[in-house]
Structures are given as C-alpha cells and as structure tokens.
C-alpha cells in the first residue's frame, strides 16, 4: 500500500511538473529560419516573416515586446496567416503588437478567432476531430482589426488575389478566408496566377486539403498556413496528434511539400486563453529566405 500510494503522488508530481513546464513554455518565443529555392535561376533572396496565431490577450506585455522585435530582421515583407485575437478587446493589443511590423510590405488573412468570441472547451474533443463552432459564441467586432492593417498599407487577401511588388519582385498571391469556419471561396478568385510574377504564393489560415488542392492545382510555388498550433502539445521523438483540421499530423509544423507546392505551417505564436498550454511546440515566427532555384533547400 504505501509503495503505492509513493507510485501515485511521484505520477502526480510528474504531471505538475509537466502541466507548469506546458504553461512556462507559452512564454518561449522562437524565431525559426529556413531557406526555399523557389525564386527563377540568378535572383536575388526574398527575406518573408511568416507569423499567425497570436490569439492577444490585454496585457500579454512579453508577447507583444517580442513580436515588435521582429522589425529589426528588416524582412522585405511580412504575411499574417490569422487567429490575431483571443478576447473580445484584444483588437488594440494585436494592432500595438504588429505596429512596427506594419511598416514593412504585409498581406493577411483572418481565422475563425478573429470572427468569434473564445469560449472554454474540453481539449480532448480535439482529438475527436477538428473543433467546431457553437451558436453560443458571439461574433465579434473584427472590422476595425482589418482596418487597423489596411490602414497601414497590409493587402486584405480575403478570397482575394493581389499582385504585390516586394523589393523589386512581383509576387502573384491568392488568399483565402478561414476553411475552419467554411468562409474560403477560393472558387470565386476567377483569375489565374499572374504569368509574369516572380513568386506565385497561396495564403490561407487553417490548411485544409480542398483549399491546398486548389492552390496546388492552379500552380502556387508556395503556401502559407496556420491554425495548427503545430499540434500544440506534441511528443517528443513524435510529432503533432492533431492538427485541428484534415492535413496530416506530420505536416502540423514547418515545411513540407502538398503536391507540386512548398507549404510552410506555422506553429504560430499564441494559444487559446483557456488552453494556455505548450508541450515541446514553444511558440513561433518563421524568417523565410526565398532564394533561387539553382540554391540547396535548408531549414532549422
């Protein structure tokens, strides 16, 4: 009996221990660097910050200071893949977050958070499948968010396509509004690609495989997503167990391939305000290096 009771409070002071671990980890900002050999042959680097999910909360002072950092890495432009909120105030700290951000070259998407209110959830139903929206949860005032960025010169890529001059190159880029929350329409974009663009890029909150299919198929170089949270809390030596939506766990954090296209998900840099957890996922911005197709692939 008391060799097993000594069993239960170590297994308890294990789980603690990784519970608070989970919790300090939410804290530790990581900037990841990769390079893609995507651009023609001879061009010079195109220097892409890819961030996404940073669910703001009022007063996340150490979030914000960090994110505001990122300004000094001079990229030639910034893509936003969504989920900026996670409180029904949090528009003026996801704005003050991102304000030196937005003087550089950006372009964004929404996510189903930017559109609803948060509202605790039993986290094991994430492994059931992906989440699901309830009535119970309000909308929320999201306008001035996307004002607050336009504002400032960020292209508005809900179900949009845009021709972008970025240090000298022409990016062709189709985005989509959050396929969480059925709001993509990228049926709707009509045109092609730009056959003279440097770089043909798809943005897209939640990678869901009917909307990574049709980027793929219209011939997107590249792919940029969030929502995954990179699995959130993952097993080291394993990998992501979900991914909150239909692409593959393996895929729930970094670059890989779908198809013919690169695809870069981001781990992102937030979590739900009622699950404030991370488990060997810490939090994440992406400096991405395009570089020339003659150039070797390496990532970190």
Known sequence: M?????????????????????????????????????????????????????????????????????AALSPDAVVATGDFLSHVEGISSALEALNPLMDL????????????????????????????????????DWEPLVAGMTAQGWHDLTNAQVDWKVAGRLISVKGVDDPHISRDDYSGITHSFNADA???????????????????????QLILAGHTHGGQLRVPGYGALVTNCDLD?????????????????????????????????????????LKSRSSHLKWS
């Open 249 to 289: 766990p393996k895929q729930a954090r970094g670059l890989s391939h779908h198809r013919s296209s690169a695809l870069h998900v981001s781990a992102g840099l937030g979590c739900s305000q009622y699950a404030p957890f991370r488990f060997a996922c810490p939090p994440e911005a992406t400096l991405i290096t």
């Open 198 to 220: 440097d770089l043909t890029l798809g943005v897209v909150h939640a990678p869901y495989l009917r909307v990574l299919d049709a980027m793929a198929a219209d011939n997107a």
């Open 105 to 140: 070259p950006g372009a964004f998407v929404l996510g189903s958070n930017d559109y609803y209110a948060p509202k605790p959830i039993n986290p094991i139903r994430y492994f059931s499948g992906p989440s699901q929206l309830t009535p119970s949860r309000p909308m929320l």
């Open 2 to 70: 008391v060799s097993t009771r000594k069993a239960l409070a170590a297994l308890t002071l294990t789980g603690l221990g990784a519970l608070a671990y989970a919790h300090l980890e939410t804290k530790r900002f990581t900037l990841r660097r990769i390079e893609v050999p995507i651009l023609p042959p001879d061009q010079d680097s195109l220097r892409v910050l890819h961030i996404s999910d940073l669910h703001m909360v009022p007063g996340q002072k150490t979030k914000s200071e960090w994110l505001q950092s990122l």
